[in-house]
T-cell receptor
Framework: DAGVTQSPTHLIKTRGQHVTLRCSPI?????VSWYQQVLGQGPQFIFQ???????GRGNFPDRFSARQFPNYSSELNVNALLLGDSALYLC?????????????FGPGTRLTVL | AQSVTQLDSQVPVFEEAPVELRCNYS??????LFWYVQYPNQGLQLLLK??????LVKGINGFEAEFNKSQTSFHLRKPSVHISDTAEYFC?????????????FGKGTLLTVNP
């Protein structure tokens, strides 16, 4: 079975632009979470979606938004990009997004903001 | 709020030596604990997890970890490391209460195995 897939792999944007990152979960998984990993740090939680509803949001500004589609894939949108948004964006899927569930991570999208 | 502290940012060891990567957590409620490994330019892969029951947890690639509630620790160990174990290791916690859906990660420990 395919694991979690993310696109694109790499992305270069300039300040003020908008970006959309995409994630396809493992088949049968209904929950998708997004994490931001800045160089040299651990991943930080941004959003979790379950059955197309936002279940939780981390401490990120409103420039960050996401949604989950009927097929359980997800998009992360970031508006008005700042240099500090440069990071590896990780998507993780799980069966139901509960604390006991294992979250399976994709390879990530490397975003560079110039 | 939950937090995770990984006490060592870098751990260099020689091949076939034992290794311990330290992790402490703080939480006001019961927690679930995880260790993930990240190889260069890749996502995170689960090594092992503690949910309940036996405090000694065995994972993939010969790793194990011990949950110690009194010391709020979840240290990762391997009796004999290989060059291929060189990677970044992250300890993470999720838990009960209103935010049990998210993982809170430590800053990571870079394990470098030298020949």
């Amino acid at each position: 079975d395919a694991g979690v897939t993310q696109s694109p792999t790499h992305l270069i944007k300039t300040r003020g632009q908008h970006v959309t990152l995409r994630c396809s979960p493992i088949s049968g998984h209904k929950s998708v979470s997004w994490y931001q990993q800045v160089l040299g740090q651990g991943p930080q939680f941004i959003f979790q979606y379950y059955e197309k509803e936002e279940r939780g949001r981390g401490n990120f500004p409103d420039r960050f938004s996401a949604r989950q589609f009927p097929n359980y894939s997800s998009e992360l949108n970031v508006n008005a990009l700042l240099l500090g948004d440069s990071a590896l964006y990780l998507c993780a899927s799980s069966l139901a997004g509960q604390g006991t569930d294992t979250q399976y991570f994709g390879p990530g999208t490397r975003l560079t903001v110039l | 709020a939950q937090s995770v502290t990984q006490l060592d940012s870098q751990v260099p060891v020689f091949e076939e030596a034992p290794v311990e990567l330290r992790c402490n957590y703080s939480s006001s409620v019961s927690v679930y604990l995880f260790w993930y490994v990240q190889y260069p330019n890749q996502g995170l892969q689960l090594l092992l997890k503690y949910l309940s029951g036996s405090t000694l947890v065995k994972g993939i690639n010969g790793f194990e970890a011990e949950f110690n509630k009194s010391q709020t620790s979840f240290h990762l160990r391997k009796p004999s490391v290989h060059i291929s174990d060189t990677a970044e290791y992250f300890c993470a916690v999720s838990g009960g209460g209103g935010s049990n859906y998210k993982l809170t990660f430590g800053k990571g420990t870079l394990l470098t195995v030298n020949p």
